[in-house]
Protein backbone atom coordinates (compact mmCIF):
# COMPACT_ATOMS: atom_id res chain seq x y z
CA UNK A 1 0.00 0.00 0.00
CA UNK A 2 1.58 3.37 -1.25
CA UNK A 3 -1.02 5.56 0.47
CA UNK A 4 -3.78 7.60 -0.53
CA UNK A 5 -4.34 7.70 -3.77
CA UNK A 6 -6.64 10.03 -5.89
CA UNK A 7 -7.94 10.41 -8.79
CA UNK A 8 -8.08 12.22 -11.61
CA UNK A 9 -5.02 14.69 -10.42
CA UNK A 10 -6.62 17.35 -12.74
CA UNK A 11 -9.83 18.26 -14.00
CA UNK A 12 -11.19 20.93 -15.91
CA UNK A 13 -14.92 21.47 -16.61
CA UNK A 14 -17.28 23.60 -17.75
CA UNK A 15 -19.24 25.73 -15.71
CA UNK A 16 -22.69 23.68 -15.21
CA UNK A 17 -21.01 20.25 -15.92
CA UNK A 18 -21.25 17.57 -13.51
CA UNK A 19 -17.56 16.41 -11.93
CA UNK A 20 -16.91 13.03 -9.70
CA UNK A 21 -13.47 12.45 -8.09
CA UNK A 22 -12.29 9.40 -6.40
CA UNK A 23 -10.50 8.34 -2.77
CA UNK A 24 -8.60 5.14 -2.24
CA UNK A 25 -7.64 5.60 1.24
CA UNK A 26 -4.71 3.34 3.11
CA UNK A 27 -6.32 -0.29 3.26
CA UNK A 28 -6.84 -0.05 7.23
CA UNK A 29 -8.10 3.11 7.46
CA UNK A 30 -11.60 3.64 8.83
CA UNK A 31 -12.13 6.97 8.47
CA UNK A 32 -11.86 9.28 5.55
CA UNK A 33 -11.86 12.75 4.87
CA UNK A 34 -12.39 14.85 2.49
CA UNK A 35 -11.31 18.78 2.37
CA UNK A 36 -11.24 21.47 -0.29
CA UNK A 37 -8.18 24.14 -0.24
CA UNK A 38 -7.89 27.23 -2.11
CA UNK A 39 -4.55 29.44 -2.61
CA UNK A 40 -3.14 30.56 0.61
CA UNK A 41 -6.05 29.06 2.62
CA UNK A 42 -6.00 25.78 4.99
CA UNK A 43 -7.78 22.95 4.07
CA UNK A 44 -11.41 23.54 4.71
CA UNK A 45 -13.20 20.63 6.29
CA UNK A 46 -16.39 18.92 4.08
CA UNK A 47 -16.88 15.98 5.39
CA UNK A 48 -15.96 12.63 6.56
CA UNK A 49 -16.64 8.69 7.17
CA UNK A 50 -16.34 6.20 9.37
CA UNK A 51 -16.53 3.23 7.41
CA UNK A 52 -19.16 3.09 4.87
CA UNK A 53 -21.44 5.85 7.46
CA UNK A 54 -20.94 9.65 6.22
CA UNK A 55 -20.91 11.39 10.10
CA UNK A 56 -20.53 14.89 9.58
CA UNK A 57 -20.97 17.26 6.56
CA UNK A 58 -20.05 20.74 6.49
CA UNK A 59 -23.36 23.37 6.60
CA UNK A 60 -21.19 25.30 4.05
CA UNK A 61 -21.72 22.23 1.51
CA UNK A 62 -24.67 23.07 -0.47
CA UNK A 63 -26.65 20.37 -1.97
CA UNK A 64 -24.67 20.04 -5.24
CA UNK A 65 -22.12 18.36 -3.22
CA UNK A 66 -22.09 14.63 -2.28
CA UNK A 67 -19.87 12.29 -1.07
CA UNK A 68 -20.21 8.39 -0.82
CA UNK A 69 -18.31 5.36 0.32
CA UNK A 70 -19.73 2.41 -0.18
CA UNK A 71 -18.31 -0.94 1.33
CA UNK A 72 -16.11 1.51 3.38
CA UNK A 73 -13.45 1.44 0.98
CA UNK A 74 -12.61 4.09 -1.45
CA UNK A 75 -14.96 7.42 -1.19
CA UNK A 76 -16.31 9.58 -4.55
CA UNK A 77 -16.92 13.23 -3.91
CA UNK A 78 -19.69 14.35 -6.68
CA UNK A 79 -20.45 18.06 -7.59
CA UNK A 80 -23.42 18.81 -9.59
CA UNK A 81 -23.84 21.94 -12.08
CA UNK A 82 -20.27 22.97 -10.96
CA UNK A 83 -19.62 26.62 -10.46
CA UNK A 84 -16.84 29.18 -10.79
CA UNK A 85 -16.37 29.39 -7.26
CA UNK A 86 -16.00 25.54 -6.92
CA UNK A 87 -12.40 25.70 -8.49
CA UNK A 88 -10.04 24.94 -5.81
CA UNK A 89 -7.76 21.64 -4.69
CA UNK A 90 -9.64 18.76 -3.37
CA UNK A 91 -7.96 16.61 -0.84
CA UNK A 92 -8.79 13.59 0.77
CA UNK A 93 -7.05 12.22 3.87
CA UNK A 94 -7.58 8.91 5.95
CA UNK A 95 -6.40 7.81 9.52
CA UNK A 96 -7.43 5.34 12.29
CA UNK A 97 -10.35 5.51 14.51
CA UNK A 98 -8.86 8.12 17.99
CA UNK A 99 -6.63 10.68 17.65
CA UNK A 100 -4.01 9.44 15.03
CA UNK A 101 -2.25 11.12 12.26
CA UNK A 102 -4.08 11.46 9.07
CA UNK A 103 -2.19 10.69 5.85
CA UNK A 104 -3.56 13.32 2.91
CA UNK A 105 -3.55 12.02 -1.10
CA UNK A 106 -1.75 14.22 -3.86
CA UNK A 107 -5.20 16.11 -4.33
CA UNK A 108 -7.78 16.69 -7.12
CA UNK A 109 -7.18 20.23 -8.95
CA UNK A 110 -10.56 21.20 -10.26
CA UNK A 111 -10.87 24.49 -12.38
CA UNK A 112 -14.33 25.55 -13.55
CA UNK A 113 -14.16 27.29 -16.91
CA UNK B 1 -15.01 26.61 14.76
CA UNK B 2 -11.42 25.91 13.28
CA UNK B 3 -8.43 26.81 15.09
CA UNK B 4 -6.88 30.14 14.68
CA UNK B 5 -2.95 30.44 14.17
CA UNK B 6 -0.66 33.20 14.68
CA UNK B 7 1.81 34.58 12.62
CA UNK B 8 0.15 34.48 9.56
CA UNK B 9 3.26 34.54 8.07
CA UNK B 10 7.36 34.62 8.93
CA UNK B 11 10.39 35.34 6.97
CA UNK B 12 13.74 34.04 8.82
CA UNK B 13 17.13 33.80 7.93
CA UNK B 14 18.62 30.18 7.53
CA UNK B 15 19.45 29.25 11.17
CA UNK B 16 16.99 32.06 12.89
CA UNK B 17 13.93 30.49 15.54
CA UNK B 18 10.15 30.83 15.10
CA UNK B 19 7.83 29.66 16.81
CA UNK B 20 3.87 28.77 15.90
CA UNK B 21 1.01 29.28 17.97
CA UNK B 22 -2.82 27.83 17.24
CA UNK B 23 -5.70 27.98 19.85
CA UNK B 24 -9.18 27.32 19.93
CA UNK B 25 -12.20 28.09 21.36
CA UNK B 26 -12.85 25.17 22.26
CA UNK B 27 -11.64 22.20 24.27
CA UNK B 28 -8.79 20.69 23.01
CA UNK B 29 -8.45 17.18 22.50
CA UNK B 30 -5.64 16.66 20.71
CA UNK B 31 -3.68 19.05 18.33
CA UNK B 32 -1.83 17.71 14.76
CA UNK B 33 0.57 19.53 13.69
CA UNK B 34 1.24 19.52 9.75
CA UNK B 35 3.35 20.65 6.51
CA UNK B 36 2.47 21.77 2.95
CA UNK B 37 4.88 22.35 0.39
CA UNK B 38 3.94 24.50 -2.77
CA UNK B 39 1.86 22.00 -4.91
CA UNK B 40 2.06 19.50 -2.57
CA UNK B 41 0.02 17.69 0.74
CA UNK B 42 0.13 18.37 4.01
CA UNK B 43 2.58 15.95 5.75
CA UNK B 44 1.84 14.64 9.11
CA UNK B 45 4.99 16.39 11.68
CA UNK B 46 3.27 15.34 14.83
CA UNK B 47 0.87 14.97 17.52
CA UNK B 48 0.20 15.92 21.04
CA UNK B 49 -2.15 14.25 22.97
CA UNK B 50 -2.42 15.35 26.41
CA UNK B 51 -2.03 19.00 28.26
CA UNK B 52 1.65 19.92 29.05
CA UNK B 53 2.76 17.26 26.30
CA UNK B 54 5.74 18.44 24.15
CA UNK B 55 7.29 16.63 21.43
CA UNK B 56 10.07 16.98 19.11
CA UNK B 57 12.49 15.68 16.60
CA UNK B 58 15.35 17.11 15.10
CA UNK B 59 15.26 20.62 15.25
CA UNK B 60 10.90 20.73 15.50
CA UNK B 61 9.29 20.69 18.63
CA UNK B 62 5.93 21.18 19.93
CA UNK B 63 4.02 21.86 22.86
CA UNK B 64 0.19 21.92 24.19
CA UNK B 65 -1.31 23.59 26.78
CA UNK B 66 -4.85 22.36 27.19
CA UNK B 67 -6.09 24.58 30.00
CA UNK B 68 -5.06 27.60 27.81
CA UNK B 69 -6.55 25.32 24.52
CA UNK B 70 -3.51 26.31 22.76
CA UNK B 71 -0.46 24.83 21.12
CA UNK B 72 2.84 26.01 19.84
CA UNK B 73 5.43 25.07 16.78
CA UNK B 74 8.51 25.46 17.72
CA UNK B 75 11.69 25.68 14.73
CA UNK B 76 14.80 26.08 15.84
CA UNK B 77 18.36 27.23 13.62
CA UNK B 78 15.78 26.64 11.30
CA UNK B 79 17.05 24.79 7.59
CA UNK B 80 16.33 25.56 3.67
CA UNK B 81 13.64 22.60 3.80
CA UNK B 82 11.61 24.04 6.76
CA UNK B 83 10.18 26.49 4.39
CA UNK B 84 6.61 25.65 3.82
CA UNK B 85 3.17 26.41 5.39
CA UNK B 86 2.00 24.99 8.90
CA UNK B 87 -1.25 23.97 9.54
CA UNK B 88 -2.31 22.77 13.04
CA UNK B 89 -5.10 20.42 13.29
CA UNK B 90 -7.64 20.11 15.96
CA UNK B 91 -9.91 17.06 17.03
CA UNK B 92 -13.55 18.49 17.17
CA UNK B 93 -15.76 16.07 19.25
CA UNK B 94 -12.97 13.63 18.91
CA UNK B 95 -13.84 12.92 15.33
CA UNK B 96 -13.90 15.46 12.71
CA UNK B 97 -10.58 16.70 12.23
CA UNK B 98 -10.53 21.12 11.42
CA UNK B 99 -7.32 22.96 10.72
CA UNK B 100 -6.30 26.62 11.24
CA UNK B 101 -5.70 28.78 8.09
CA UNK B 102 -1.81 28.07 8.34
CA UNK B 103 1.50 30.27 8.87
CA UNK B 104 3.84 30.76 5.92
CA UNK B 105 7.14 30.36 6.88
CA UNK B 106 9.79 31.35 4.38
CA UNK B 107 13.67 30.53 4.95
CA UNK B 108 16.14 32.88 2.96
CA UNK B 109 19.64 31.66 3.16
Redesign the interface.
Known amino acids: DTGVSQNPRHKITKRGQNVTFRCDPISEHNRLYWYRQTLGQGPEFLTYFQNEAQLEKSRLLSDRFSAERPKGSFSTLEIQRTEQGDSAMYLCASSLEGHTEAFFGQGTRLTVV | Q?PVQSPQAVILREGEDAVINCSSSKAL??V?WYRQKHG?????LM?L?KGGEQKGHDKISASFNEKKQQSSLYLTASQLSYSGTY?C?T?QG?????????T?LTINP
Open positions: QYSHEAPVFILFGLAQKLVFGQGR
